[in-house]
């Protein structure tokens, strides 16, 4: 077998130092199994997602400064130290006789060095790492195991803010009552004394309570932002994490639609951090100045409070029609946010085959439906709002009404009667902003449910499952009765299927259109697994081994060739980020991409269009064969590699491929006759089923004199 890639990889030390760190604590991981589900690129891995793989494994990790390596405890020990030149190694355990043993990762090498010389080169910072009851108990229960919501999660999180701002809505309610209180004062005592000394006292007073209210409402302001930038920033990178980590069997049919799903996300995050959420948090205080009211006005603060519960039962009605118009209104703006995107990754495909028409009505109907929803909502919302106003202003006159009779009875002063007004409008307010808050409310829920759909799909590499250590593959593969049908459908695309690829061995896969040959290629890459049956890699199933492991060992080239808008030294070295300059030329150079590209006067830092545009059907095949040498993997899974190309391109593949299969396992799905001199074996496949599995030679001549028992087979494969 050859020499495993990544030996030739230009070395990460902390990523080295954590694969090392898992063996010995007696859980290995591959370096690729520890990337997956990282933010990693060609930068390598920093100190906090080295903390973030570690603690995805059960390990504690702390980063910690120190002046010399003298000042850490041996007890600490194993931990990685940074040292100078953006090197790192695992201090393994220190000696009274001033040694240390270390293992460098440049050197792939465990040593004893003295520690004098370790403290020359030490950075100054150190990450301590231990393995907690988890990690060595798989069986036991894990904190992140209980059914904890993936965004409420984080709002409590920042539970410790949200604090602040419930203390802040506190004081600036309790700074609510001065102004009334101050008016009252004046009106009653200060200007029917002449106490001139006294108002300037309630003035400065008042003035220093109007200070610390401005202070509060701007650190309120304040903390908010700060929560809320703190949840979009977590979440919106978890839904980005579970769209890459979910099983492929869980991907909603529609493309578009999926994407305004996530794009929803944005009326979530607003209505969390949107500073009329204030509203909510001043409705517990609606009591306070319901109270004070009481005790200036007595009866006007029952008046309020039956004014308060009408405006809210209003709301609670239009509720019922509210929430359904708004569900409806997502479910068309998904449809025509959907076809939008359908639209313009299909626009070449549209104009050639002249389907515009057809689709300018379909997209009109679902604007008019989106539109029709979203007034009738802005209608019923608006309704509750102008309801709530009304009431809102009506309140000042009743409360001046009832005041009238008061104030002539001697019940109420005329200063009481002008601060029971303005407390009655800062009482009923908070109630009118949750009434304008109700659209934007049904909306966040609706989006928050289909989020929530997405987050609670199965994932590929589900937390703390313990994967087999199955870092380097043979090149074995073994299908043992699988039966598959896709997600949604009941149709078995194979049915009750078994073969075994020997590793080395070069396997073709023939059959007509709709037989299951895809589904087979797709089977092996893992990215979908049968309902039946099992599949083995090297004797293993594949459900026991990592899919970063897999997908590392196997490259895929497909037969519709997805490129990225970006270079293309960053479309070729997009799995392997930190491949050198001279692997990614050995890679273009033996796929063919060098022959074209070194005419390109930006060379390899040529530009490639979202998907691929700008290049030929055969440069996209070119690119993909260049990314799956530059793995240098065990596998070659090849599912119609030259479907876009011409006789003399596909020359120049047959070509290329063959100097890299030589020890590999390969399989090669294809109509084309001109590819089948790569492989000694072939399989003909028909309706999920085995017709015939042989040698290449004899399955030609049995469908060339027609001794098979399937005419359709006969025809496609031919």
Known sequence: MNKPADAKDKKDPLLECLVFLTAHHGHARSAEALKAGLSYDEKGMTPETFCEAAQRLGFRTKVKESASLRAVSGDVLPAVMAMKGARAIVLVSKGKDGKARVYDPATAEAREVKIADLDKAYAGYHILIHPTSVFTDPAQAHPEDY?????????????????????ASILINLFGLVSPLFIMNVYDRVIPNAAIETGWVLAIGALTAFAFDFIMRTLRGYFIDVAGRRIDVVASRRIYD????????????????????????????????????????????????????????????????????????IGMLLQVSLRALVARSTHAAEAKH??????????????????????????GTHVGEAAEFATHSRFISGLGVNIATFLQQSSAIIIVLMGMYMVRDGDMSMGALIAAVMLGGRAIAPIGQVANLLTRYHQSRSSLNGLNSLMAKAIERPAHKQFLHRPHLEGKIAFDRVCFSYPGTDRNVLDNLSFTLGAGEKTGIIGRVGSGKSTIARLMMGLYEPQSGALLADDTDYRQIDPADLRRNIAYIAQDVVLFRGTIRENIAIARPQASEAEILEAAQASGVHEFISRH????????GERGEGLSGGQRQAIALARAMLLKPQIFVCDEPTNAMDSFAEEAFVRHIKGQIA???????????????????????????????????RVLQALAQGRLSSPQAQQGAA
């Open 242 to 313: 579970q769209v890459l980590n979910m099983k492929l069997s869980g991907k909603p049919a529609s493309g578009g639609a999926f994407a305004n799903m996530l794009r929803e996300f944005d009326s979530v995050r607003d209505f969390i951090t949107s500073a009329t959420l204030t509203a909510l948090v001043d409705l517990p205080f609606t009591l306070l100045f319901l109270l004070a009211i009481y005790l200036l006005a007595g009866p006007v603060a029952l008046m309020l409070f039956f004014l308060i519960m009408a405006v809210a039962g």
């Open 663 to 697: 020890d590999k396992t390969f399989v090669l799905i294809t109509h084309r006759q001109n590819l089948l001199t790569l492989v000694d074996r072939l399989i003909l496949i028909d309706q999920g089923k085995i017709l015939m599995d042989d040698s290449r030679d």
């Open 601 to 608: 006067p930006m060379g390899y830092d040529a530009p490639v």
């Open 147 to 167: 059914d904890r919501s993936w965004f409420w999660s984080l709002v409590h999180d920042c539970k410790g803010i949200y604090g602040r701002v419930v203390v």
């Open 338 to 363: 959907g076809l939008l995107v359908e639209t313009i990754g299909a626009l070449e495909a549209i104009k050639s085959i002249g389907a515009d028409g057809r689709l300018r009505a379909r997209y």
